[in-house]
């Protein structure tokens, strides 16, 4: 049994179903611990750590942000903050005020892109932006694992997109309706928990997470 220290539901959700298909039990416990500032590592370090020592238990935490190229990687450490104040429509704005900065000389362009996307589909326009790197965003996911006397030990998982130009879909939470998947032609908040557990920045992190704690146990079963 593995005790999950969160107050994201969500994130529970995301993680029974994963945690399911490996026959692991999950409990989950809102321990309410203070983050330290600094980078996922750090906070996901210090999380379980402290947690492992107060329940004398072996727990996960997780510390996840969204990471966008164009922004120099804000919000990063931030997201939590970003996303209780200015939200998705303030990195949307954030976003257009870019796209103006970097159009302003090229006024002449815009008429070749015009003529470019005279037969093409709202959804297409979103694939052929000019330059899709330049909303390129990545999801990070660091989850921290500890248990009594033994250092803690850290998993990264990240999966890559671009920031769309509106929100879309309801489901999912946070970023979720602005995180856009080229692959899918979809937003995380137009799939299912199911179809974003099949490649998400979680998934990808209690992927290797549950790889090590599976062949760590058989260890000490073979051991004891
Ligand atoms: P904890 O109690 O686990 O810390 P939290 O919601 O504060 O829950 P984090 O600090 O790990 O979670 O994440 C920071 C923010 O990043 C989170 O509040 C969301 O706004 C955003 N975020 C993280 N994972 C996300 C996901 O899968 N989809 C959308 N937004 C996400």
Not at 30 to 58: H, M, R, S
Not at 63 to 92: C, E, H, M, R
Not at 98 to 103: K, L, M, V
Not at 120 to 147: H, M, Q
Request: proline content about 4%; aromatic content about 10%.
């Amino acid at each position: 049994m593995i005790t999950f220290i969160t107050g994201n539901k969500h994130k529970v959700k995301e993680a029974e179903e994963i945690f399911q298909k490996f026959n692991i039990e999950l409990e989950h416990m809102d321990l309410g611990y203070i983050e330290p500032q600094g980078t996922l590592e750090d906070v996901a370090k210090a999380g379980a750590k402290y947690a492992a020592e107060k329940l004398n238990k072996p727990v996960i935490v997780e510390d996840a942000g969204l990471f966008i190229k164009a922004l120099n990687w804000f919000p990063g450490t931030y997201s939590s903050f970003v996303q209780d104040t200015i939200g998705n429509k303030g990195i949307l704005n954030l976003m257009n005020d870019i796209d103006d900065a970097s159009n302003c000389d090229t006024s002449n362009n815009s008429i070749d892109i015009d003529n470019s996307t005279d037969n093409l589909t709202d959804d297409s326009i979103d694939d052929s932006i000019d330059n899709p790197k330049d909303r390129y965003a990545e999801f990070r996911s660091v989850i921290g694992y500890c248990a009594p006397n033994i250092e803690p030990k850290i998993f990264l998982g990240k999966v890559q997109g671009q920031i769309a130009f509106e929100e879309k879909g309801n489901k999912g939470f946070a970023f979720d309706p602005i995180f856009y998947v080229p692959e899918k032609n979809k937003t995380f908040g137009e799939l299912s928990t199911s179809e974003k557990n099949q490649f998400s920045h979680r998934k990808n992190s209690l992927d290797l997470f549950i790889n090590w704690y599976i062949s760590n146990n058989n260890e000490n079963n073979n051991e004891s």
